[in-house]
Structures are given as C-alpha cells and as structure tokens.
C-alpha cells in the first residue's frame, strides 16, 4: 500500500522551531522525487521544498535560509526543519512524491502520492 504519514506538526510562538517527518511506504523511495506543500483554508496549495534522490533542493523563496528540507533514503523518511517560524507559515503542510526527478522550472507539478497532512500553527 503506497503511504505517506506526517508527524511532528504543533503549536508555537514566532521564532520558535518545529521539524516535521514524512515516513513512506509502498513504493521504491529513491526513485521518487519528494516534496513538502503547505495550504491555508481558502487558499490554493503551494510548494515549499523538494528533495531530489541525489539530495538536490529548491525552496520557495519566502522560507529560503529558514526551513531546510532533508531525507534519509535508508528509512525512507523526509524531513523539513523549519526555523525562525512566522505567523505566515501557519498552514497544513503535506508531504507528497512524484516518479522520476525533480522538474525544476515546474518543481511544484506532478506530484500524485500525498500525505494527509500535519497542522502547523504559529502565533505571534
């Protein structure tokens, strides 16, 4: 059964840190490319970082130098270390894969194994 879990998803004040983990199972992880998306009620997904199986990453400029994206291909896991929180990054935020490498220049298409999501709530 192809699956992605998030955890690790919280409450904290701005400026504060939280690392969420994405465990996958079902499918050959190193083939995939890997990807962390966030989304608000009432606005469209978007793209925050992905991973390529060689370690490759690309940010959404507004969480570059801030949140660093990370895998361990051995467990089959994805990480996103978010740091210096903004009440802006509040959001659900969902691991997701697409077959092959990452398509830099659509980096944030094709994706079509998702999590179900980890909540991220960040006060001021």
Do not use: H
């Not at 989304?39 to 199986?53: L, N």
Request: aromatic letters at 12%; proline letters at 2%; one cysteine or more.
């Amino acid at each position: 059964q192809v699956q992605l879990v998030e955890s690790g998803g919280g409450s904290v004040q701005a400026g504060g840190s939280l690392r969420l983990s994405c465990a996958a199972s079902g499918f050959i992880y190193s083939r995939y490319c890997m990807g962390w998306f966030r989304q608000t009620p009432g606005k469209e997904r978007e793209g925050v970082a992905v991973i390529d199986s060689d370690g490759t990453t690309s940010y959404r400029d507004s969480v570059k130098g801030r949140f660093t994206i990370s895998q361990d291909n051995a467990k089959n896991s994805l990480y996103l270390q978010m740091n210096s929180l903004k009440p802006e990054d509040t959001a659900m935020y969902y691991c997701a894969a697409r077959e092959g490498a990452c398509v830099y220049g659509n980096t944030w298409l094709g994706y079509n194994i998702w999590g179900q999501g980890t909540q991220v709530t960040v006060s001021s």
